[in-house]
Every structure is written in structure tokens, then in C-alpha cells.
């Protein structure tokens, strides 16, 4: 069993001192007096070097909800594919000086995180900083990469969630490979209040996901009864 021990330090009273310098210089200080072969390490430590490692850290690590998203992960098999489409994205985030903490992906590559089916693009929504210089319609900024428009999670005829919200709020996304994703039961609302064919897919995919994974301990034995149920009725 993973056991994970979060220490939070702060600068209160010592604003002379480089806080991420000096949470380094203990790491390396500890990790000498502790050396072990790190093959067989029993304890892995680690630091925040920067502030924007600390965020990284702290969108994973104290989110209620994105420790529960983590938990509930089938396979980690993903797609070469996948992979590599999410490596894109954060290139031209870079290029375009977008930060990966200022967006939020919003469709349906969940699905594939969660190993429900594999994605076949990738959308996302952006912070309301970046809409007066990239716009409020949907793009195509890479052909199966795409900038979608500006609140475009409605679940029903009077909700509709903000852009901001979603990607500030760790109640409603949770983190996997550096960027934040849109909580899995909120793309089943919107795709269950669209109800296009491939969204009744993934809605029955997700309702079947939801109610094996209360009985299944075994994540492989859940991926594949989930199969089972979703293609024996088709």
C-alpha cells in the first residue's frame, strides 16, 4: 500500500531566505545522510524547487476530488496516440504563452484516462485572460487538437458552468500529466444533455463505469466487465 506524507513549510518570518533554496539544499543534505541504493530505496522524498512546482504539487496532492479521480483510474495503458497529442498541446501552449494552469480539457479524453475507450482529439477551454487575444469561438488549432469556445459545459437549460470555474476550482477538474481535465460526471452531464450518438456511448460507458466500480476491486477485471456489459447490447 502507497503511503504518502505531505510536509507545507513556509517563509513566514525568514523573508531573507530563498524558501525554495533552502528546501533544496535540505533535500540534498538528507539524501546524504540517507544514501541507499535507489533501486531498493524503502522512501522516496522530494521538494518543491519553484513556486510553480509547489502549484503542480498542490493541484495533485491537496485536491480532495483529484486524489478520488486518481483512485478510480482503470488502466494506465494509454494510447501511443493520446500520449503524444497531450505533448502537442503543451508545446503550443508554450509557443502561444498560454499557461497549462490557465486551461482545463473539456471532452472526452477522460475516457481514455479513465480506460473507457481511447480519444480521438482533444478539446479545451481556456482562462477568461486569454479570450480577448484568442476569441470566444471554437478553433481548430491542430487538427485534432481543439481551442472550444468560451463556456461550452452546459449540463441543461439553465446550467451552464463558467470557463473559469472549471479550471480554478480543484473541485471540478483533476490533474493527469501536467494538465487539468474537467471532472469525468460533468462531461457525462453535458454529453447526456447533447445526446448525440457518440455521447450516448460515453454516457452508457460512464454509467457502467460508476456502477461496476463499487463491486470491483480488481481494476482489470472492471475494465473488462465493462466491456462485457456495453458490447453485448449493441
Not at 5 to 12: A, F, G, H, K
Not at 60 to 87: D, P, T
Not at 144 to 170: A, G, M, P, T
Amino acid at each position: 500500500e502507497l503511503k504518502i506524507r505531505l510536509l507545507l513549510v513556509s517563509d513566514e518570518g525568514f523573508k531573507d531566505r530563498d524558501l525554495y533554496k533552502t528546501i533544496e539544499n535540505a533535500k540534498l543534505e538528507l539524501r546524504d545522510r540517507m544514501f541507499f541504493d535507489t533501486d531498493l530505496a524503502p522512501v522516496v522524498m522530494h521538494g518543491s524547487n519553484s513556486r510553480e512546482e509547489f502549484i503542480h504539487l498542490k493541484e495533485i496532492l491537496l485536491s480532495v476530488n483529484n486524489l478520488r479521480h486518481l483512485k478510480r483510474r482503470i488502466a494506465r495503458n494509454y494510447s501511443e496516440e493520446f500520449v503524444e497529442r497531450l505533448e502537442r498541446l503543451k508545446s503550443i501552449l508554450r509557443e502561444k504563452h498560454i499557461s497549462q494552469h490557465g486551461i482545463c480539457i473539456s471532452g472526452s479524453s477522460g475516457w481514455e484516462i479513465f480506460g473507457l475507450r481511447k480519444a480521438d482529439d482533444t478539446d479545451f477551454i481556456v482562462d477568461d485572460c486569454y479570450r480577448e487575444q484568442y476569441g470566444n469561438t471554437t478553433q481548430s488549432w491542430a487538427g485534432d487538437i481543439e481551442y472550444v469556445r468560451c463556456n461550452s459545459i452546459q449540463i441543461s437549460d439553465e446550467i451552464i458552468y463558467e470557463d473559469k470555474l472549471l479550471i480554478h476550482d480543484d473541485n471540478y477538474c483533476y490533474v493527469f500529466n501536467g494538465l487539468k481535465f474537467v471532472n469525468l460526471d460533468l462531461i457525462a452531464k453535458k454529453k447526456a444533455y447533447n445526446r448525440r450518438g457518440k455521447d450516448i456511448r460515453d454516457v452508457r460507458l460512464y454509467e457502467l463505469f460508476c456502477d461496476f466500480g463499487r463491486n470491483f476491486d480488481d481494476k482489470e477485471a472492471l475494465k473488462k466487465q465493462i466491456e462485457k456489459e456495453f458490447y453485448k447490447k449493441r
